[in-house]
Antibody, heavy 119, light 107 residues
Framework: EEQLVESGGGLVKPGESLRLSCEVS????????MSWVRQAPGKGLEWVGR??????????DYAAPVKGRFTISRDDSKNTMYLQMNSLKTEDTAVYHC??????????WGLGTLLTVSS | DIQMTQSPSSVSASVGDTVTITCRAS??????LAWYQRKPGKAPKVLIY???SLQSEVPSRFSGSGFGTDFTLTISSLQPEDFATYYC?????????FGQGTKVEIK
């Protein structure tokens, strides 16, 4: 069974850093493009960024609000994707979901992990 | 960025009804559109991709149509488990963007 499990969320202050993880099982992780999508309280879904499979170059793309502050990486030996978030802002408060990206849409999703940025 | 506008923002319906949700893109996106269902406390679930292709194991009462800028999601014979929020997403060009969501509520 395909499963994506996010972890690492919590309460941080503005300007601080945090790293989220997404552990994947039941899928051939090596071949999969992965994305992060977030949902702020009372708001809709927002794409954060993605990482391609290493076979497709392993490159990353980011949404404008997080570019330069967030970094996505992957460790195929651990079936895990990461989201390193620096210089956090209150507007980054959201539930962060990891997803697979089989073809410009989002296939499997995790339940998400909550990040709260507040002083 | 491509803006996605959904309507209505909410709809009240009864079990057995047919519900139609529309999504309009700010520029042409061919058939690069997906639809998702979101229930509280659950992960979002893809229903439709490429505007009209039904994701595996999604009931056939869900259908999608459209091309270019105007798209629809139709839920025929609404079931109790279909009360949720639905989002469209354009898959034509980065950044991927979503509509603001349509909440389907029990009448």
């Amino acid at each position: 069974e395909e499963q994506l499990v996010e972890s690492g969320g919590g309460l941080v202050k503005p300007g601080e850093s945090l790293r989220l993880s997404c552990e994947v099982s039941g899928i051939t992780f090596t071949n999969v493009w992965m994305s992060w999508v977030r949902q702020a309280p009372g708001k809709g879904l927002e794409w954060v960024g993605r990482i391609k499979s290493k076979g497709d170059g392993g490159t990353t793309d980011y949404a404008a609000p997080v570019k330069g502050r967030f970094t996505i990486s992957r460790d195929d030996s651990k079936n895990t994707m990461y989201l390193q978030m620096n210089s956090l802002k209150t507007e980054d408060t959201a539930v962060y979901h990891c997803t697979t990206e089989p073809g410009s849409y989002f296939g499997y999703w995790g339940l998400g992990t909550l990040l709260t940025v507040s002083s | 960025d491509i803006q996605m506008t959904q309507s209505p923002s909410s709809v009240s319906a009864s079990v057995g009804d047919t519900v139609t949700i529309t999504c309009r893109a700010s520029q042409g996106i061919a058939n690069w559109l997906a639809w998702y269902q979101r229930k509280p406390g659950k992960a979002p679930k893809v229903l439709i991709y490429s505007a009209s292709s039904l994701q595996s194991e999604v009931p056939s009462r869900f259908s999608g149509s459209g091309f270019g800028t105007d798209f629809t999601l139709t839920i025929s014979s609404l079931q109790p488990e279909d009360f949720a929020t639905y989002y469209c997403q354009q898959a034509n060009s980065l950044p991927w963007t979503f509509g603001q969501g349509t909440k389907v509520e029990i009448k």
